[in-house]
């Protein structure tokens, strides 16, 4: 059985191959953007999958610096799409995340928008990946 420490380093790990974008598999305290954090959603357990298989679904958040408006919003905005940079592309690199699930898939962008850390203001978007795991 994966652990749920090993899926989140192997999302992180998929993530770590887009040029520049610093990646956390914990949610860190002070974080430094741009960056790509990595969090435990849900888990849905006894999955009609063969063996008892496990839904995980992760938040996958990512950070821009806010130094100017129009930046920040292309620098996520080449985050979101696909092609190099595309986080989508990037985390289903290797769907078995290093061997420790079956599959994995991002299913969607939930919000963008912007966040307050450490009295600084940086935009961000959630992404929802699901991992399918025993």
């Known amino acids: ?7 989140r380093a192997g999302i ?5 191959t887009i040029p520049g974008l610093r990646t956390s598999a914990e949610i860190p305290d ?4 741009p960056v790509a954090i990595v969090s ?9 999958y063969a063996g008892g298989m496990v839904d995980y679904n992760f938040t996958v958040t990512v950070i821009v610096g806010r130094s100017a408006e129009r930046i920040a919003q292309r620098t996520l905005d080449m985050y ?24 994995c ?18 935009l961000a978007a959630d992404f929802t990946v699901t991992v399918i795991a025993n």
Do not use: F, H
């Open 30 to 33: 002070n974080p430094n953007p």
């Open 80 to 103: 979101i799409s696909t092609g190099q940079n595309s986080i989508k592309s990037a985390i289903e690199l290797d769907k078995s995340l290093g061997g420790t699930a079956y599959d």
């Open 1 to 7: 059985m994966a652990s749920i420490s090993d899926i």
């Open 40 to 48: 435990l959603d849900s888990v849905s357990y006894d999955k009609a």
């Open 105 to 122: 898939r991002v299913t969607s962008l939930n919000s963008i928008g912007s966040i307050q850390l450490n009295d600084n203001t940086y």
């Open 12 to 16: 992180a790990a998929n993530l770590a």
